[in-house]
Every structure is written in C-alpha cells, then in structure tokens.
Antibody, heavy 119, light 108 residues
C-alpha cells in the first residue's frame, strides 16, 4: 500500500537549519507531484512547497520563499525540504503529500514530522 | 494569494444531515477538494472534483458547488465523522493550492 514516511524533524534554534526527508513506497514515485504542507499547533493547514513529478516545476509559499528549498530524487523515491533561517512561526507538523492531478488536492499524505523552532 | 473562508464550527445531531461550506473567489474557476482530519492524524481526502469520492470513503459524503461557494454534505452523520474539515482549491494567483481555515464538526 502507499506509504509516505517523513523524518528529520526536531528542535532547532531560531536562525538554524533543518532538512526534512520523505520516503515514498507503494506507488510509482516518478509519476506523482510531491508537496510539503504544514500545520502549526492548533492551527489549520498551510501549503508550503510543491515540486512536479519530473522536478522541473517548483513553487513556494510566500512565507518560506528564499529560505526553504524543495527537491526530489526519483531514483531513491525520496522528497526533501531544506529549511534555512528558521523562525518561531515555522514551528509546525510538516506533512509530505502526493498526487497526480493538481486540479485536486493531494491524495496521499504521510503522518507528519514535528519541527519546533525555539531558543 | 487566494483565500477560502469556512465557518469555524458546526454541529449536527447523530443521524442528521449537515452541510459545511467554503467561500472564495477561486471557487468560481476551480472545484474544491475536502479533507477530514481527526486529532493526531493526517488529513484524509474525502471529496474532490465535481463530486468524487476516493476509494473507501462512505457515500454519505458528497460535494457540490455554486458560484463562489463549495459545500460538503454529510447525509446521516455518524459519531466517527466528528473531525476537522478543510476545503482546498487551486489558487488563482498561480500557486498550486490554497486551504480554508477549517471547520470543526461536532456530532451531538
């Protein structure tokens, strides 16, 4: 069955960096777009970044543009999010999600990894 | 970017019908998707497109749209439907998506 497993979350100081990973299985990874979506404690969902199936198209939310970098390795069925210059407001559960048609939201979601930015 | 507006909370008596709405300009051009999220769990897609359910989603969940408003209807709400519900659509500004703020559904 489809599995998306995030890793790399943890506690980091403001201004620090963290790299999230998402390991995918159970579907043809290279056919699917991938995305990171986050949820601050007690808050709603916020789309963070998107990468097309081939990696040729990338988008970022304004709130993370210039600080976060999304990438994927189709040979390793893996998605990444490099997060630099972290701020307290980046504290959230980060979900890895995937789909084939951007006309609808992502179909498959991981269980999330918690990133806490605090001194 | 676009915005989607949802009522923060809605309640329904067990077995009754409830409609959860989502408003936004992007909904004039794009269909909404709907997600159900229970505490401590990842969101689950329950409705997408005109009115489509992914495999495994009960048929008591349905979707509709009119003008700038999309609706998720649960016909015969069950106790297990108590959850947060989020709408989502393409973003007219060019980014892939925008999410609504979420609606907390309580089943009485």
């Amino acid at each position: 069955q489809v599995q998306l497993v995030e890793s790399g979350g943890g506690l980091v100081k403001p201004g620090g960096s963290l790299r999230l990973s998402c390991a995918a299985s159970g579907f043809t990874f290279s056919d699917y777009y991938m995305s990171w979506i986050r949820q601050a404690p007690g808050k709603g969902l916020e789309w963070v970044s998107y990468i097309s199936s081939s990696g040729s198209t990338i988008y970022y939310a304004d709130s993370v543009k210039g600080r976060f970098t999304i990438s994927r390795d189709n040979a390793k069925n893996s998605l990444y999010l490099q997060m630099n210059s972290l701020r307290a407001e980046d504290t959230a559960v980060y979900y890895c999600a995937s789909g084939v048609d951007t006309a609808m939201g992502p179909l498959y979601w991981g269980q999330g990894t918690l990133v806490t930015v605090s001194s | 970017s676009s915005e989607l507006t949802q009522d923060p909370a809605v309640s329904v008596a067990l077995g009754q019908t409830v409609r959860i709405t989502c408003q936004g300009d992007s909904l004039r051009s794009y269909y909404a998707s709907w997600y159900q999220q229970k505490p401590g769990q990842a969101p689950v897609l329950v409705i997408y497109g005109k009115n489509n359910r992914p495999s495994g989603i009960p048929d008591r969940f349905s979707g509709s749209s009119s003008g700038n408003t999309a609706s998720l209807t649960i016909t015969g709400a069950q106790a297990e439907d108590e959850a947060d519900y989020y709408c989502n659509s393409r973003d007219s500004s060019g980014n892939p998506w925008v999410f609504g703020g979420g609606t907390k559904l309580t089943v009485l």
